[in-house]
């Protein structure tokens, strides 16, 4: 069913209004998913914990995934949290990498824990 819903939704489109010599978006991404079959539903800031960045994804296929979350920002490490923000374990990864494995049909949130871990 999710791929029959992903084919319903409309493309983006991206038009760049005004070229620039700037970094332009793909190049030096705040928050990157490496997978091919890893979904992102959200990004956003803490609610709960009101301390980090929320990052919500899924795995919408009937087979485990492995995949790499990548941050472009300082943080201290990142940790899956239940819908609540509350701590369910730290994720593995060195620098701005955090190894990602998602069985079939799960839900995944990470908090990417803010500090000042110097990221390369």
Do not use: C, W
């Not at 990004?43 to 929320?54: A, Q």
């Not at 087979?63 to 899956?80: K, Q, Y």
């Amino acid at each position: 069913m999710p791929s029959v819903a992903a084919g319903e939704n409309a493309p983006v489109l991206v038009r760049v209004p005004n070229r620039h010599t700037g970094i332009l978006a793909g190049e030096d991404s705040s928050i990157s998913v490496e997978s091919a079959g890893l979904v992102v539903t959200a990004v956003k800031p803490t609610e709960y914990s009101n301390s980090g960045m929320i990052v919500r994804l899924y795995n919408p296929t009937d087979v485990p995934i492995r995949g790499t979350l990548a941050t472009g920002f300082l943080h201290s490490g990142a940790e899956t949290v239940n819908f609540r923000e509350e701590p369910i374990r730290r994720l593995a990864g060195e620098g701005r990498e955090f190894a990602l494995k998602l069985t079939p049909h799960e839900i995944m949130t990470v908090r990417i824990l803010p500090g000042k871990k110097e990221v390369q």
